[in-house]
C-alpha cells in the first residue's frame, strides 16, 4: 500500500506511551509533489504532566548512572541507527531533501552523536559529579579549601527544532544533554516532524535508554513552556523573531531559566583582495556560494546570504555563478539527477519570494528569477520549488540583505573597496553563526578575521592548501561551538563537551579538604592521606584516595647532570658552563635538567615489580619551581588523587600527586602522574 495515499497520523511520545492527539490532524506534504505524506497535531496534552514525567522519571534514572555509562547509551543507539538509515532516507525525500542533502542531516546528525558519546568518554571521567578546574587553596594551612563542580540540573531540556535538519537538529541537541544526565523533551518543526518522529520511534523501540529520558511533541508545543523551572533548560533553533518571543515567556523571565537560542543569521563569504579570478581562491569562494545555495535549497542556518567581493572581480563572479548554477538542475529529490530540490512547504516557497521582494528594494536580481520555476522532475506548480536567485546590491552599505533573509536559494553580492569596507560589510549582519574568507594571503586573513570574529561565532578560511580537507562554510562540527552573538540569538551549541555542561550547575564548593575530597573525588593537600602498603602494589579495588609513599632523599651530583646532558644530548649552558649559569638571573651556578629531576623522581616512587599498575601514560601540569643545584638532595611524596574507572574495562585511570622537595623541604618540582591500574589483581 502506498503510504501517501494513506497518510499516518503522528504521534507524540509522552508520559511513557505513544499518544494521539485530539483534533483531525494538520496535512503534511510532500515537498516535491504536493502529496499528502503525513497528519500532525499535538492538542489536549496537559504539558506541566509531561515536564513532571521527564523529572521523576528520566532525571533519577539517568543521574543514576555516570558520564561513561549514560555515553556508551548513545553509541549503542547511534549505531543501531546507522543499520537503520535507509528508512529515514526514504522519508527525507518528502522533506525535499536530495540524497546528498540526507546524508549531511541524517549521517551527520548519527555522526554526531557517536562524536559527542566517543569525546565524552575521553576528555570527562567516568562520575556522576564533574569537577572543573583545580582546587582553590583559600588558608595557608591547607585547611580551607573550594573546587568548582559540575552536578546534572534536575529539569528536563526542552528542544525546540527547525524543519530544515529534522534529525541532525534533534541528535546533536539530545546528545550533550543525555550525557550530562538531564532528559529532554523534542518538539520539532511540523513541516518534516514526520522524520523526527520516525527516529524517535525506532530509539524508544531500542529500549536502551530510560523511560522518561527522552519525550516527543508532534505537533504543536501547547502550554508546555508555561510550566518550566529554574532546573529547565530550553533550546531554540528558528527564526530571530519566533526566538525572541519565546525567550520572553513569563515562565522563562520568572524563573530564570537558561534559553539557548540559535537563529537563522545573515551569514557572509569574504573573497580577499589578493584572490582574482583564475586564482585558485576565487574558483573555491565560488564554488562554496553554489554549494551554500542549493544544499537543501538554501535552508540552512548557515548558509552563505552575503557575498562580499572585491568590486573589479564582481562580473567575474557573476559569470562563474552563472555556469556553475546552470549546471544545478531542480527537482524531485527522488529523481537521481536531481541537484537541488524544494523548499520544505508551499509557505517557505512564499515567504522566500516575499523576502525576495523585500531584497530588490536595494538590490538588483542578475541571475535567476523567482517566479518563472524550470524543473527536470517533480510537480512545479504543487511543489515549493524556487530556482536559485543572486542579486547584486550596488550601494553594499545600505543593502537590505543585512536585515532580511531570504531562506532558501538566494545570494546578495556586495563589492567593496577595501579590506576595511569588507569588514564593516560583514559587521552590517549584526551578529551571525559563520563567516568565510577565502584568501592566500597571510596579511589579509588577519586584517579581515580579526576584523569580524567579534560578531561571528566560527570563522572558516579557504585556501587552495585547505581545499581537500576542508568542511566548508556551512557545516556545523560537534568539536566546535555552533551559534552566534546578536542576530543568531547570543547562544552556543557543539563546542564538544561545553555543550555538555550547557546542561549542569556549576557550583562552587567550599570546606576542609577532607570533606571536599568525599565530595569532589579529588584529593588535595591538606586532605586525609595513609602510608602504608606502596600503593602501587594495590589494585583499583583496594587503592584509596590518600594512598601515600614518601620515599627516601637522592642527592643530585655534577656527575649526575654531565651524564644525562652527554646521554641526552641535552647540553645547555646552565647545565653544563658555571659562569655562564651565574650571569643567568634565575640561577646562582650550574642546575639540575629539569627532566633529570622528573627522572630520579619517577626512580624513587616507582615499584619495579610486576603489579597492578599496567602502564604510565603521561603527565599533567609539570612545573619546576625552583633550581636544584650539585649537592641537593630530592625526596618524593607521591598521593593517590583521582580514580577514573574505565567502563567497560578491566582497568581504570589512576592520576597521582607527585611533589618533589629539596633537602630544605622547599618544592621543586610539581606535577600529575597518570597510570593505567588493573581493577583486580591475583
Not at 478 to 504: D, N, S, T
Not at 609 to 636: C, E, H, K, M, S
Amino acid at each position: 500500500m502506498n503510504i501517501q495515499n494513506q497518510p499516518r497520523l503522528l504521534q507524540s511520545y509522552v508520559c511513557g506511551e505513544w499518544r494521539t492527539g485530539s483534533r483531525d490532524g494538520k496535512p503534511l506534504l510532500n515537498a516535491a509533489t504536493g502529496e499528502v505524506v503525513a497528519l500532525i497535531d499535538a492538542s489536549g496534552f496537559a504539558h506541566a504532566e509531561t515536564l513532571d514525567y521527564g523529572r521523576s522519571k528520566g532525571g533519577p534514572a539517568l543521574r543514576a548512572l555516570t558520564t561513561h555509562q549514560r555515553a556508551l547509551m548513545l553509541k549503542e543507539i547511534g549505531l543501531k541507527l546507522l543499520d537503520m538509515k535507509e528508512d529515514f532516507y526514504a522519508e527525507s525525500l518528502w522533506t525535499g531533501a536530495t540524497r546528498a542533502d540526507g546524508w549531511v542531516d541524517i549521517e551527520g546528525g548519527i555522526g554526531t552523536l557517536l562524536t559527542m558519546a566517543s569525546k565524552a568518554r575521553r576528555e570527562l571521567p567516568n562520575v556522576h559529579v564533574i569537577p572543573d578546574g583545580p582546587v582553590e587553596k583559600l588558608s595557608q594551612d591547607d585547611s580551607f579549601s573550594a573546587q568548582h563542580i559540575l552536578s546534572p540540573m534536575e529539569g528536563v531540556a526542552i528542544h525546540i527544532n527547525a524543519f530544515n535538519f529534522p534529525v541532525w537538529g534533534m541528535l546533536e541537541k539530545i546528545a550533550p544533554n543525555l550525557i550530562a544526565g538531564m532528559p529532554a523533551i523534542v518538539k520539532p518543526a511540523s513541516q518534516t516532524a514526520y522524520l523526527t518522529e520516525l527516529m524517535v520511534r525506532r530509539i524508544i523501540d531500542m529500549d536502551i535508554l530510560p523511560e522518561g529520558a527522552l519525550q516527543l511533541v508532534a505537533g504543536s508545543a501547547g502550554d508546555l513552556l508555561d510550566h518550566v523551572t529554574c532546573q529547565d533548560v530550553v533550546t531554540f533553533t528558528g527564526s530571530a523573531d519566533t526566538g525572541r518571543m519565546l525567550r520572553t515567556s513569563p515562565a522563562i523571565i520568572e524563573n530564570s531559566v537558561r534559553f539557548t537560542m540559535e537563529a537563522d543569521s545573515l551569514n557572509a563569504s569574504i573573497l580577499g583582495s589578493d584572490a582574482g579570478p583564475g586564482s585558485e581562491e576565487f574558483d573555491l569562494f565560488i564554488r562554496e556560494i553554489q554549494r551554500e545555495m542549493t544544499s537543501k535549497a538554501g535552508q540552512k542556518c548557515t548558509a552563505i546570504r552575503r557575498a562580499i567581493l572585491p568590486a573589479q572581480h564582481v562580473d567575474a563572479a557573476i559569470a562563474a555563478l552563472s555556469e556553475r548554477l546552470g549546471k544545478t538542475v531542480t527537482g524531485d529529490p527522488a529523481d537521481k539527477q536531481t541537484r537541488m530540490g524544494p523548499l520544505a512547504s508551499l509557505d517557505q516557497r512564499d515567504e522566500v519570494r516575499d523576502r525576495i521582494a523585500e531584497l530588490q528594494r536595494s538590490a538588483r536580481i542578475v541571475l535567476g528569477d523567482p517566479d518563472e520555476v524550470q524543473v527536470g522532475s517533480g510537480d512545479a506548480k504543487r511543489g515549493a520549488f524556487v530556482n536559485p536567485v543572486v542579486m547584486l546590491a550596488e550601494d553594499p552599505a545600505q543593502a537590505a540583505a543585512h536585515d532580511v533573509e531570504a531562506f532558501g536559494p538566494v545570494v546578495t553580492l556586495m563589492p567593496y573597496e577595501s579590506n576595511e569596507q569588507a569588514v564593516s560589510l560583514a559587521r552590517q549582519g549584526k551578529g551571525s553563526l559563520v563567516a568565510s574568507v577565502f584568501t592566500n594571503s597571510n596579511e589579509v586573513a588577519h586584517d579581515l578575521v580579526l576584523g569580524i570574529a567579534p560578531y561571528h561565532g566560527r570563522v572558516m578560511i579557504g585556501n587552495r592548501k585547505s581545499a581537500q580537507s576542508s568542511t566548508g562554510h556551512g557545516s556545523p562540527l560537534a568539536p566546535l561551538i555552533h551559534g552566534g552573538p546578536g542576530r543568531a540569538g547570543g547562544g552556543e551549541e557543539l563546542g564538544g563537551m561545553r555543550a555538555v555542561k550547557h546542561y549542569m550547575q556549576r557550583s562552587a564548593i567550599q570546606g576542609p579538604p577532607e570533606l571536599l575530597t568525599a565530595v569532589t573525588g579529588i584529593w588535595s593537600d591538606g586532605a586525609d592521606a595513609q602510608q602504608g602498603q606502596h600503593p602501587f602494589r594495590k589494585p583499583v579495588s583496594e587503592l584509596r584516595l590518600g594512598d601515600q609513599i614518601v620515599t627516601p632523599a637522592r642527592e643530585v651530583t655534577q656527575e649526575d647532570v654531565e651524564h644525562f646532558a652527554h646521554f641526552t644530548g641535552d647540553t645547555f649552558y646552565a647545565h653544563m658552563d658555571s659562569e655562564a649559569a651565574k650571569a643567568n638571573p634565575f640561577f646562582d651556578d650550574r642546575v639540575a635538567h629539569g627532566y633529570l629531576i622528573a627522572s630520579f623522581a619517577a626512580g624513587l616512587f616507582v615499584d619495579p615489580d610486576p603489579g597492578p599498575v599496567l602502564a604510565n601514560y603521561g603527565v599533567d601540569n609539570l612545573r619546576f619551581l625552583i633550581p636544584v643545584y650539585f649537592g641537593d638532595t630530592l625526596q618524593v611524596r607521591l598521593t593517590c588523587k583521582e580514580i577514573n574507572p574505565r567502563e567497560n574495562a578491566e582497568h581504570a585511570e589512576v592520576r597521582w600527586d607527585c611533589r618533589v622537595t629539596n633537602q630544605k623541604d622547599e618544592v621543586v618540582a610539581q606535577y600529575d602522574v597518570l597510570t593505567m591500574v588493573a581493577k583486580e589483581w591475583p
